[in-house]
């Protein structure tokens, strides 16, 4: 069994109105593609170091890496970072969980 994944995701809302329309094509191809959020814009506090550069931090776990960066490249995601475009400032990174099975 493959270990999980993680898109990390830092956000910068330039534009929330058109913001808006970008998440629900966001969940919609996250879901098709067996994502589930773990986080999404929720209070974050610093524990040690600097905060992040954006305000706004997203979880999203995948079952594998290739799934993630499959939703990633995917027709309707393409279409979700489109309408993107002009909304908001982003980094995405996909990091590989720690496979726990014996």
Do not use: W
């Not at 929720?42 to 999203?60: N, Y």
């Amino acid at each position: 069994m493959s270990a999980k994944a993680y898109l990390i995701v830092e956000v910068k809302v330039t534009d929330p109105v058109s913001y808006e329309q970008y998440k629900a094509l966001a969940q919609a191809a996250i879901a098709r593609h067996g994502g589930r959020y773990l986080a999404r814009g929720g209070t974050l506090e610093v524990l040690e170091g600097e905060p992040p550069a954006s305000p706004r931090l997203v979880v999203v776990e995948f079952d594998s890496v290739a799934q993630a960066k499959a939703f990633y490249d995917s027709p309707d995601y393409r279409v979700a970072r489109a309408a993107r475009a002009n909304a908001a400032e982003m980094k995405m990174l996909v990091l590989e969980g720690v496979d726990n099975q014996p």
